[in-house]
């Protein structure tokens, strides 16, 4: 009978891991992600002041875009391929280091240069902060992926949504140098992340001995599938398809958050302080998307959620450029919602492909989470130079299609399949 004791042990140990102390630090987690993106989220808020002061065009806007972005597109898989080897618990508070110094320089800045280096060190922060912060929030899911890394995105959702809405009664009203006021959001971040440090290098000390035991290959438990039954092809096919997925959604996603201030304020000439309040709308529309997206998918599992959340978006997106001020801001919103539900969905899916790689998977796909929105966002920028932002606004929902590439994904990339 003692092989039968695994089986038996398994539920308490996942009931275990899913307690009080353990949705602290996911909680943890997700109010340092939180106050993060509210930092990040302060320089596209910055666009129209930075564009009237220093006399940019839109492609400059979509550069300052790509150097924020790119930076942490291009850095988070490196980061997290280091630190599914040699993990580092206090990485997380270095991280939010890079925020720090990137916002006082961006609050000081007075030349496009410094304005782009501002940009790029904020974007390493995030280099940095997310596929470790994704990491321990796996580890302390206790087997509620899905939920556990959509209460973490969430966070990040939030401090976007307030990003806009900061901009619009502090930033704007007090100019550029104000950002500064916001590195005492950095402080208290980097506060909490080293409490969330030593909790994760007591855990990793705690499983070291479970670690060394022999583990059954190709089954799952608790923590997850420990092997993926698919042949690296599949595999390698399956993660070029979430790429696709997270192409259409993010660059889609990058004609609304970069532009939607000036698509409103152009074509029903609101002002600055209305648009940006439209634009926490949108970004409150999406805080939505992604709880419901992480615990719809844990019932009903991954692919149903991408095929609603990529699919479902498109004809409120078709519409939108055709409706008034009302209905584009209701649109908006409704497609910010639907389209948000996948994130989490995308990458629980890709970790059960590529099991042992938490680290990898989660700075591959935020990573290109952001770079695939920066050079969106780079190249709708000079698209609205040559035509005008409500061309932008009509052919991008078009890249929504590409969410019938979800036909060809497995349906259970971790699991042993039946005859």
């Known amino acids: 009978m003692a092989a039968g004791t695994a089986p038996a042990a398994a539920p308490a140990a996942a009931a275990a891991s899913a307690n009080g102390t353990t949705f602290a630090v996911i909680l943890s987690l997700s109010f340092c992600h939180l106050l993060n993106d509210m930092m990040q989220s302060l320089v596209p808020a910055l666009y129209p002041i930075l564009k009237d002061s220093y006399a940019l065009s839109f492609g400059q806007i979509g550069l300052i875009t790509l150097a924020f972005q790119c930076t942490a597109s291009m850095l988070q898989p490196v980061v997290g391929m280091y630190t599914d080897k040699h993990p580092q618990p206090y990485s997380l508070m270095v991280g939010m280091g890079f925020t720090l110094v990137g916002l006082l320089l961006m609050s000081r800045a007075d030349s496009y240069p410094l304005i782009l280096l501002a940009a790029a060190l904020i974007g390493m922060g995030s280099s940095v902060f997310h596929p470790e912060a994704s990491r321990v929030a796996r580890m302390a899911a206790g087997g509620r992926y899905g939920l556990a890394q959509s209460l973490f995105q969430v966070g990040g959702n939030m401090g976007s949504a307030a990003g806009p809405l900061l901009a619009a009664f502090i930033v704007v009203p007090a100019g550029q140098q104000s950002i500064v006021w916001f590195s005492a959001a950095a402080f208290v971040a980097m506060a909490v992340l080293f409490q969330v440090g030593g909790w994760y290098s007591r855990r990793r000390a705690e499983s070291k001995g479970a670690a060394s035991k022999p583990a059954v290959r190709g089954k799952t438990g608790p923590a997850g599938p420990t092997l993926s039954v698919l042949s690296r092809g599949r595999v390698a096919a399956a993660v070029a398809i979430l790429v696709a997925l997270l192409f259409s959604k993010n660059v889609y996603s990058a004609s609304l958050g970069s532009y939607f201030t000036f698509y409103l304020i152009e074509k029903f000439g609101v002002e600055v302080q209305t648009a940006q309040l ?142």
């Open 278 to 419: 439209y634009l926490f709308a949108f970004l409150v529309g999406i805080v939505a998307g992604t709880i419901a997206g992480g615990i719809v998918g844990d019932k009903v599992g991954r692919i149903p959620v991408m095929w609603f959340s990529i699919v479902g978006a498109l004809p409120f997106a078709l519409m939108l450029p055709y409706a008034n001020l009302f209905w584009t801001g209701v649109l908006a919103v409704t497609v910010a919602a639907i389209m948000a539900s996948a994130f989490s969905a995308i990458l629980v899916y890709a970790q059960e492909l590529l099991p042992g790689r938490v680290g990898l998977v989660a700075g591959m796909f935020f990573g290109f989470s952001f770079g695939l929105g920066g050079l969106g966002a780079a190249a709708l920028g000079q698209l609205a130079d040559l035509t005008s932002i409500d061309t932008v606004y009509k052919v991008t929902p078009f890249l929504l299609l590409l969410g019938l590439l979800t036909a060809f994904l497995p349906r259970r990339p971790g699991a042993a399949r039946h005859p």
